[in-house]
């Protein structure tokens, strides 16, 4: 029993380590938290708190600490700009400007809008595809496991508190749909569809489907705009590398790139339906000669 606390205590500090950043490790940063909560989080203060503050932002749970923390964390990024050190990161995120309940506004716009995208071009696949294609539910599945990880990227970057930690698994979810392994003769690229998932599966998985699009690109001219997704979708991908403080503290590396994949929605969906429309054509030419 004892051994079993000891491991969770080990557990719990290498889960807090893991979140420490150079910016919250700061003695300045830590005291202005404490001596802020003192002040204004407890008994009259905090009923004054909770009285003044916006019903939008204590239904998105910005708590009486939160705002202690995010006003600590702009003390300290000044400080730090005034000495001329490097803008340092706070509980593994860079400083960003909150508006209104939104705690990363650029990603968690980008991510509804590619939600957005993709359930546009959802509604224009089931128009332009019969539902007797081959792939057509595979395809249709597929996209709304996307719409679901892109609805969970978007409250995380709203919201990134411990009840939507559960959506850091839905992050590392939307890696997966890369993984996902589909069928038919083009396996229609879902599965490399991860678009938020970073490189899990890196580069055997771009090394195979861009072998499978270039090899059927004589045969089926759609192939082509699977090859420019799966390079687009790499080449994009490499922005998650360049880690730098956000420009006029909104856009870091990961918005700019959660912005840069919603036009792809539109190439992979059209691809999605040619290929849908040539396998059901292949399917048709197969029935009639038995
Ligand atoms: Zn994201």
Redesign the pocket.
Known sequence: MAERAVRLVLLAGAVAMASASQGDREPVYRDCVLRCEERNCSGGALNHFRSHQPIYMSLAGWTCRDDCKYDCMWVTVGLYLQEGHRVPQFHGKWPFFRFLFFQEPA?AVA?FLNGLASLVMLCHYRTSVPAASPMYHTCVAFAWVSLNAWFW?TIF?TRDTELTEVSGTA?RAQGWQRGLAMQGSAPSLLSLWGL?GGGELGLANLAWWLGWCLRNSRRLPHARKCAAVVLLLQGLSLLELLDFPPLFWVLDA?AIW?ISTIPLHVLFFSFLEDDSLYLLRVSEAKSKLH
Do not use: F, K, L, T
């Open positions: 990603s991510s990227s970057h992050r938020g990961h959660h």
